[in-house]
T-cell receptor, first 110, second 114 residues
Framework: SQQGEEDPQALSIQEGENATMNCSYK?????LQWYRQNSGRGLVHLIL?????REKHSGRLRVTLDTSKKSSSLLITASRAADTASYFC??????????FGKGTMLLVSP | SAVISQKPSRDICQRGTSLTIQCQVD?????MFWYRQQPGQSLTLIAT?????????ESGFVIDKFPISRPNLTFSTLTVSNMSPEDSSIYLC???????????FGPGTRLTVT
């Protein structure tokens, strides 16, 4: 069963703008991971945030985690057309298996 | 991160037949998993491929339909048996990094059943 729910389901922005995607989940987790998928191809691992962390950065990516609200957000700053993809959050409840959310489709227009 | 390859990258199969998907990793890994992504959907875990023992299947997936082999720490296969159009999906293998806890995915196998 799916645990994460991404919001919004689809997001359309212009190049240079920031994109924010949210993920909510239902149970306690060990960590939460964000992935990118281009046109139904393989998943690219973006960032992992552990349950005892509140914020992590990687390049133009910023991830936050609020375990009290069971939610996470992914911020992509200064977006580029190449950022157009589907973005998924996935939670690890401690068994090393991942439960994926439904994903957010991001379209960045030149 | 580990480099993961899958074969075939895509296939079109007749209903009632079976397809075996291979997953090869460039380094020894403890954890290997198989996921399914149905059209327009998110990923669902099929099973954990255990080296030297039977795979651990998630609810809704059974060994007769999705037999899995894991002969060593770098290789696994997933067979989709007696296929129907509902099996049309992308099948992805992944490996887990026990130290960093990150999970990496192969490029996927796009299966179409006609």
């Amino acid at each position: 069963s799916q645990q994460g729910e991404e919001d919004p389901q689809a997001l359309s922005i212009q190049e240079g703008e920031n994109a924010t995607m949210n993920c909510s989940y239902k149970t306690s987790i060990n960590n939460l991971q964000w992935y990118r998928q281009n046109s139904g191809r393989g998943l690219v691992h973006l960032i992992l945030i552990r349950s005892n962390e509140r914020e992590k950065h990687s390049g133009r990516l910023r991830v936050t985690l609020d375990t009290s609200k069971k939610s996470s957000s992914l911020l992509i700053t200064a977006s580029r057309a190449a950022d157009t993809a589907s973005y998924f959050c996935a939670t690890d409840e401690g068994y090393s298996t991942l439960t994926f959310g439904k994903g957010t489709m991001l379209l960045v227009s030149p | 991160s580990a480099v993961i390859s899958q074969k075939p990258s895509r296939d079109i199969c007749q209903r009632g037949t079976s397809l075996t998907i291979q997953c090869q990793v460039d380094s020894q890994v403890t954890m290997m998993f198989w996921y399914r992504q149905q059209p327009g959907q998110s990923l669902t875990l099929i099973a954990t491929a255990n080296q030297g023992s039977e795979a651990t299947y998630e609810s809704g997936f059974v060994i007769d339909k999705f037999p899995i082999s894991r002969p060593n720490l770098t290789f696994s296969t997933l067979t989709v048996s007696n296929m129907s159009p509902e099996d049309s999906s992308i099948y992805l293998c992944s490996v887990g990094d026990l130290i960093r806890a990150e999970q990496y995915f192969g490029p996927g196998t796009r299966l179409t059943v006609t």
